[in-house]
């Protein structure tokens, strides 16, 4: 079973920095993707971040540049580092794993809230 536990959203005034952390465990092989999207109050699901098994990574245009996906393998974690965060950054953050074969795995979710 895979789980996928995201942390280190919360409230943070436009301008600020975020760190958000995505530690997976469970019977986790061949690795796809790992990404980050988030879902606004009324919006759809959308894509922030995604990074490869090869190391390539992809971005939404409204965050290229202030955003970073990044992976620790020891630590089996993904973490978005979030910078120059704005008030329509605000949305809950799930993390997803694209396993080969397996399909799509989604977190439970992390609040975070930019205030101008």
């Known amino acids: 079973q895979v789980q996928l536990v995201e942390s280190g959203g919360g409230l943070v005034q436009a301008g600020g920095s975020l760190r958000l952390s995505c530690v997976t465990s469970g019977s986790i092989f061949s690795i796809q993707t790992a990404g980050w999207y988030r879902q606004a109050p009324g919006n759809q699901r959308e894509l922030v971040a995604r990074i490869s098994s090869g190391g390539s990574t992809n971005y939404a245009d409204s965050v290229r540049g202030r955003f970073t996906i990044s992976g620790d393998n020891a630590k089996n974690t993904v973490y978005l580092d979030m910078n120059s965060l704005k008030p329509e950054d605000t949305a809950v953050y799930y993390c997803?794993?694209?396993?080969?074969?397996?399909?799509?795995?989604w977190g439970q979710g992390t609040q975070v809230t930019v205030s101008s």
């Open positions: 997803n794993l694209e396993l080969r074969g397996l399909g799509n795995y």
